[in-house]
């Protein structure tokens, strides 16, 4: 019945729920920042991939931003980052502005018409982050509010909770360090945002292509093979 109920609710239109235009399209998104909040410290890029309903990866976005002003790198963040010299660089290289680089995102979100959700690796950290630049560059909130439309449509999705649900792992199994290397699609995780949102990406696809075949007996073999 669950499934059914998904596969109806994937169809609906504008008319029949709120402000839900055409398909669904999952918008996974990675950033990266200098420190664990927004605000005191700042987003340096940010990446997203495209992904029907169906499992299709269909295109992706990525930019570096300049830093907020007044704000300043948190220390411990900064030494994990020279250890990761080479991701450093790549996310600080040609950074545009907070509010040019969010435009330019929303711009990409919005060039389909379609309804979009936007989906992470966690949830709580890449959409808190990205909620709070929404409303610092003045384009409204993320997520669906009562009388206020978000960016993209309901609360977003938590990819670890889903592969949770999907393949019977435990909750604190759901991490990278324990995923099989083609579940990502070969993308190396290497705080890269692009790199690392299309790992999260093709493994979401994986989940939402395998949903009509799922064996709870078998969670292991039945995503391997897809």
């Given at each position: ?5 998904y596969?109806?609710w994937c ?5 029949e729920?709120g402000r839900?235009?055409g ?16 605000g005191p410290?700042?987003m ?14 269909l ?22 980052w ?20 969010m435009?330019?995102w929303?711009?990409w ?14 949830l ?5 982050w ?15 509010r009562?009388r206020?439309?978000?960016i ?27 995923y ?12 890269s945002a692009l ?6 990406a ?14 709870v ?5 039945e995503?391997?093979?897809?």
């Open positions: 019945m669950f499934f059914l109920v596969r109806y169809k609906l239109t504008y008319t729920v839900m235009t398909p669904l399209v999952f918008i996974v998104t990675d950033i990266e920042s200098n420190g664990p909040d927004p410290h700042s340096l890029s940010l990446a997203s991939v495209a992904v029907t309903q169906d499992g299709v990866i295109d992706d976005f990525s930019v570096n931003l300049m830093e907020l002003p007044g704000a300043k790198p948190d220390p411990a963040t900064m030494e994990w020279r250890g990761h010299s080479e991701a450093y660089a790549a996310a600080t290289a040609a950074p545009d502005s907070p509010h040019n680089a435009a330019s929303v711009r979100v919005q060039s389909r018409n379609v309804t979009s959700i936007f989906a992470a690796h966690p709580s950290f890449d959409g808190a990205m909620d709070w630049y929404l409303q610092y560059c003045g384009m409204g909130r993320l997520f669906d009562p206020q439309p978000g993209t449509f309901g609360a977003g999705l938590d990819i670890v909770s889903l592969f949770m649900g999907r393949t019977g792992f435990a909750y604190d199994r759901c991490k990278r360090e324990n099989s290397p083609e579940w990502l699609g070969g993308n190396i995780h290497d705080h790199s690392d949102a299309r790992g999260y093709h493994l979401l696809s994986r989940l939402l292509r395998g949903f009509s075949n799922f064996s007996d078998s969670p292991m073999v995503l391997n093979s897809k």
